[in-house]
C-alpha cells in the first residue's frame, strides 16, 4: 500500500511545486518507488519543473476519462529510475476531475508504488480539494508572512473536515509544516514571521525551513527538482526534509543566521 | 413586467423561516374571580407601566387546571388589553381552557404541565430540573456541553447549540466558535466568539489569551480594534453587566 502524500497551501506562489517535485525526487533518490502527479489542471507547471515538459502525451484527466491507460500516462523521470510523474492536463479544466476517477487512479498506483506525492493546485476550491481528498499524509507548504499563514490554517481545518480520513472517522491526516523562503536575515529586522510566531499561530508539526535561495529559481527554470542541487542550502533542506520524513534524526538547519568564519570576514 | 422578471422575482426569496426563542412575562391565574383578578392586574401594571404597554404576555393556566377551574377566558384576555398588554397564548391548561383559547386565536404553549393530564406523576428530579431550566433564558441549555480538543481553524465554525463549548486548543484567526451557554477556550482566541447566542444574558466567555477578533454575549459584541490594549493577551472573563459587555482579567 503505498502512502499518499499531499503538498498543499491554500495560497498561490508559495512553492507547492517546487516542493513536490523536491519531495518526489528526494524520495525516489532513497529507493523508494515514487509517482508525483499535477493536480492543477489547466495550469499544468510540474512537468516544467521535473524536465519532462517535452515528453507529456497523456495526463490525469485523459486517464480519469478513459481515453488511456494509467501506465501509457506515466513518465518515468531520466534521472532517477525509481520516480514518475503523472501530468496535468492543460486544456481542460478541475470540472473534469471526479473523486471517483481520482480514487480509481490512486487506487491502481496504490499497488506499483511507496508513495504518492499530489501537487495540489491553489486555492480551496474542487483541484485542491479532490488533491488532499485521498491523502495520508499533508504537507503544508507556508511562507512566512500572515496572509499564508492563515491560508494554511484555512486549508488545514479542511483537510481536518473534509477528507476521506475524516469522512470515514479514520485517523486523521498527518499535518507537517514546511516553511519556505525562510529568510533569518529579515526575520531579525522583523520584515519576516520568525518560526516560532509560524509555529505559534499554526500549533503543527515543524519538518523544516527551507531557506530563501537563488538556486531554486534557477533550478526550476532549468528543469531541474532543487533536491538534486546539493550545493544550495535549500537543496540541503528539502534533503533533511525527506529523511526527518523517512524517521531519520536530523537536526533543523537555516532557522539562525549563521555564518561560518569566511562568511563573517567577507560579508557574504 | 416581462416574463423573465417575474421569474427572477419567484426564484429570489422574499422569505425565510427562522427560529428564535423570546423571554416572555407569563402571567399566573390562581383563581377565577374576574373581578378580583381585574383589580390586582391593575395594581400591578399601574407600578410599571412602561412594562407593560404593548408586551406580549403568555397566560399560565395550570394552577386552575389542577383544580379543574373553569375562567371566563374572553373577560380576562379583554382585562389584559385594556391594560395595554398582547395576550398572545396560553400554556397548562386543560382541555377546556386549550378550546376557549382557541376559540380566540391564542396559540397553545407547549409547557411540562400540560403534560401531567396524561402522562405519570414526573419523577422526584423533575420538577428541581424543570426549575433549573427556567432560571436560564434558553429552555434547552443543560448538559449539552460541547468539548472540542483539536484546533479550530480559519473558515471553520462551530455551534454548541443549547450548551457550553469548551475548546482545550487554540481558535485561529478567521475561526467562529458559537454557544447557547458558556465559552471556555483554553488556548489563544484570535478569531470571534459568541456566548448566549440565544439571548441568555448569564453567559460568559471565558480564555486563556484574548486576542479575539470579536466577542459577544447575547447579541452585545465588541471588535478587537475597540478592545483596551491592557488586556490583550492575557487570561481574562467576559460578561454582562447592564447590557454592556465587560472583560476582566482573570
Do not use: W
Amino acid at each position: 500500500m503505498a502512502r499518499t502524500i499531499v503538498v498543499t497551501s491554500g495560497k498561490g506562489g508559495v512553492g507547492k511545486t517546487t516542493t513536490s517535485a523536491a519531495i518526489a525526487m528526494g524520495l525516489a533518490r532513497k529507493g523508494h518507488r515514487t509517482v508525483v502527479i499535477d493536480f492543477d489542471v489547466g495550469l499544468r507547471n510540474l512537468d516544467l519543473v521535473m524536465g519532462c515538459e517535452r515528453r507529456v502525451v497523456y495526463d490525469l484527466v485523459n486517464v480519469i476519462q478513459g481515453e488511456a491507460n494509467i501506465r501509457q500516462a506515466l513518465i518515468r523521470d531520466k534521472r532517477c529510475e525509481e520516480l514518475y510523474v503523472l501530468p496535468a492536463s492543460q486544456t481542460r479544466d478541475k470540472e473534469a476531475l471526479s473523486k471517483e476517477g481520482i480514487g480509481a487512479i490512486l487506487e491502481q498506483l496504490s499497488g506499483d508504488f511507496e508513495y504518492i506525492v499530489c501537487d495540489s493546485p491553489a486555492g480551496i476550491e474542487k483541484g485542491a480539494t479532490l488533491a488532499m481528498y485521498y491523502a495520508d499524509d499533508a504537507f503544508v507548504v507556508t511562507n512566512p508572512e500572515v496572509s499564508s499563514v492563515r491560508d494554511s490554517d484555512r486549508m488545514l481545518g479542511i483537510l481536518a473536515s473534509k477528507s476521506r480520513r475524516a469522512e470515514n472517522n479514520e485517523e486523521p491526516i498527518k499535518e507537517y509544516l514546511l516553511l519556505n523562503r525562510y529568510s533569518p536575515k529579515r526575520v531579525k529586522v522583523g520584515e519576516m514571521l520568525s518560526v516560532e510566531d509560524v509555529q505559534e499561530i499554526l500549533s503543527m508539526h515543524l519538518l523544516g525551513v527551507i531557506p530563501e535561495s537563488r538556486s531554486v529559481l534557477s533550478s526550476s527554470n532549468a528543469g531541474v527538482p532543487i533536491i538534486l542541487d546539493e550545493d544550495s542550502n535549500a537543496g540541503q533542506a528539502y534533503a533533511d526534509v525527506v529523511a526527518r520524513y523517512l524517521g531519520e534524526e536530523v537536526p533543523h538547519r537555516f532557522i539562525n543566521d549563521k555564518k561560518g568564519l569566511l562568511g563573517r570576514l567577507f560579508g557574504g | 413586467m416581462s416574463a423573465s422578471q417575474k421569474e427572477n422575482l419567484a426564484e429570489s426569496p422574499l422569505i425565510e423561516l427562522k427560529s428564535s426563542s423570546f423571554t416572555l412575562p407569563i402571567l399566573m391565574l390562581f383563581g377565577n374571580d374576574l373581578a378580583v383578578i381585574g383589580e390586582q392586574l391593575s395594581r400591578t401594571v399601574e407600578r410599571a407601566p412602561d412594562f407593560f404597554r404593548n408586551t406580549p404576555i403568555v397566560m399560565d393556566l395550570s394552577p386552575l387546571a389542577a383544580e379543574s377551574q373553569q375562567v371566563d377566558f374572553a373577560g380576562v384576555v379583554s382585562l389584559c388589553r385594556d391594560l395595554g398588554m398582547v395576550p398572545i397564548g396560553v400554556r397548562g391548561g386543560n382541555t377546556e381552557h386549550n378550546r376557549a383559547a382557541e376559540a380566540l386565536a391564542m396559540a397553545i404553549l407547549a409547557d411540562r404541565s400540560a403534560k401531567r393530564e396524561t402522562a405519570p406523576p414526573p419523577k422526584p428530579a423533575a420538577p428541581a430540573e424543570a426549575a433549573a431550566k427556567r432560571d436560564h433564558a434558553p429552555p434547552s441549555a443543560g448538559n449539552a456541553t460541547r468539548l472540542i480538543t483539536q484546533p479550530i481553524r480559519s473558515g471553520q465554525r462551530v455551534h454548541a447549540e443549547g450548551g457550553d463549548l469548551i475548546v482545550t486548543a487554540h481558535v485561529s484567526a478567521g475561526a467562529e466558535i458559537i454557544a447557547d451557554g458558556h465559552i471556555h477556550v483554553y488556548g489563544t482566541l484570535r478569531g470571534r466568539a459568541l456566548a448566549g447566542a440565544k439571548g441568555d444574558t448569564a453567559s460568559r466567555i471565558f480564555c486563556n489569551d484574548l486576542q479575539a477578533e470579536l466577542i459577544a454575549i447575547a447579541g452585545q459584541y465588541q471588535v478587537s480594534e475597540n478592545m483596551d490594549d491592557s488586556i490583550r493577551g492575557l487570561p481574562v472573563q467576559v460578561y454582562l453587566e447592564n447590557l454592556s459587555l465587560m472583560i476582566h482579567p482573570l
